[in-house]
């Protein structure tokens, strides 16, 4: 859509091709609508990520995503500090693991067929925010856009420019990769290992995938001294990974949601929203971003055609349905991880003994509870179990 011979025009501009960014792109441009998306790298690219989807992700995403699963996951392997080992495993699926450059570059080249505009290697640099839209400056031109997407990720720059003040915190990570060949497939087919011990406040991981596995720490609240250090001390300390030779790991920023912090910046100003880790929509509980990327991306396409449909309503639409449908379950999330990340060890004894809280848990990452609904059923299997030893005790 050309305007004048040196500045194209588009209805929506979104910066960032990741989950977000590409689901955003695709349902717009089956829409009918312009759509220009940027990405200042190129698919395929890496993407520091455990690449790990709860199988939710089946109700929201076509089913041509199944090309890229490495392994679908049945259990997970519960460790702290890498002693007391106990598994959880159910018969259907709970999550699916994907390598990042494939995952996304699917997503990417699905938003291209359906008509998106996108070029790769050239990075958004400027804004200029004017009554009807937005100028994009890029390191290789200039665009005007109706509606400006910032999908761009934790270090978002269209949040630090159009969002002025916002200070959200964003939690570091650790991770590496380390090649099948040079590993068994740890903790084994179907399985994922989580030590809720390896940190003081956060977990550690092993993901794996076809041709490697993916080794990384998280911290959810606070902030350690030595993400190094905690990296090393749980590969040293992981039975599994007992004389490998792991990479070294790779920092990116995990940008987890925060109450105060939606309640007080939001994800829309005049005509630019953000989506996925540009708007910190992170699961605070275990740090999961991608369903959450792709499901904000749908939800800005469609407010973003309510608008374009109907003047009577706005951007707005988005903030609201944010709220409504993602918020709600992050604000119990975060309550979850309160819990979790202040009592670690309890919490990992409780989850051996009370393992019906673990399959409920599965349940959320199946889509068939919510965290609401999560939280009050497993306050009452809590509650029921101390009743019962309670009148076991007394009963002697
Ligand atoms: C160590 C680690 C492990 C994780 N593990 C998991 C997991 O197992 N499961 C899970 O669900 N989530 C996980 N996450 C979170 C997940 O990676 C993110 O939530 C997800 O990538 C968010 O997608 P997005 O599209 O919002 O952003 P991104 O995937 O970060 O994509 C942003 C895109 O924007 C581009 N970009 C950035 N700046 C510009 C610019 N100025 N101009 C143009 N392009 C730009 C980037 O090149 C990138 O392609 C993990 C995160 C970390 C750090």
Not at 216 to 232: H, L, M, N, T, Y
Not at 236 to 265: I, T, W
Not at 267 to 286: E, I, K, M
């Amino acid at each position: 859509m050309q305007t004048s011979p040196d500045i194209q025009s588009y209805d929506v501009l979104i910066v960032g091709m990741g989950p977000a960014g590409a689901t955003a792109a695709y349902e717009l441009s089956r829409a009918g609508i312009a759509v220009l998306g940027l990405d200042k790298q190129s698919h395929p690219r890496y993407k520091v990520c455990g690449g790990g989807l709860s199988v939710r992700i089946d109700k929201i995403l076509d089913e041509d995503f199944k090309r890229v699963v490495e392994h679908t996951v049945y259990g997970i392997q519960f460790t702290y500090g890498g002693e007391e080992p106990f598994l959880i495993q159910s018969a259907a699926p709970i999550a699916y693991m994907v390598m990042r450059d494939r995952f996304d570059h699917l997503l990417v080249e699905k938003a291209r067929l359906a008509g998106t505009e996108v070029h790769e290697g050239e990075q958004a640099m400027g804004f200029l925010q004017s009554p009807d839209g937005v100028e994009v400056i890029t390191d290789r031109g200039r665009y005007r856009t109706k509606v400006l997407i910032g999908a761009d990720g934790a270090n978002s720059i269209v949040a630090q420019r159009l969002f002025p003040g916002r200070k959200l915190h964003r939690m570091p990570t650790l991770e590496s990769e380390l090649g099948i060949g040079q590993a068994p497939l740890y903790p084994g087919e179907g399985k994922v290992l989580i030590d809720l011990g390896a940190t003081e406040r956060g977990y550690a991981w092993i993901f794996p995938k076809k041709e490697r596995l993916s080794i990384g720490v998280a911290e959810f609240r606070g902030r350690p001294a030595s993400p190094k250090g905690i990296f090393d001390r749980f590969v040293r300390d992981e039975k599994g990974l007992a004389d490998m030779s792991v990479p070294k790991p790779c920092g990116h920023p995990l940008p987890l949601y925060s109450n105060v912090g939606f309640a007080q910046q939001g994800l829309v100003c005049h005509r630019a929203l953000l989506v996925g880790d540009a708007g910190h929509l992170v699961d605070p509980l275990f740090g999961e971003g991608i369903y959450y990327a792709v499901r904000s991306g749908q939800i800005a396409a469609a407010s973003v055609l309510g608008m374009f449909h109907d003047r009577r309503r706005s951007l707005l639409d988005y903030e609201l349905a944010v709220a409504r449908e993602i918020c709600e379950e992050f604000r119990v999330a975060s309550r979850v991880a309160r819990i979790v990340y202040t009592f670690p060890r309890l919490c990992h004894r409780l989850m051996h003994r009370y393992q019906e809280v673990i399959n409920l848990y599965y349940e959320v990452l199946r889509g068939r509870e919510t965290y609401q609904t999560f939280f009050r059923k497993a306050k009452g299997v809590v509650k029921a179990s101390f009743r019962e030893l309670l009148r076991e005790t007394l009963s002697f």
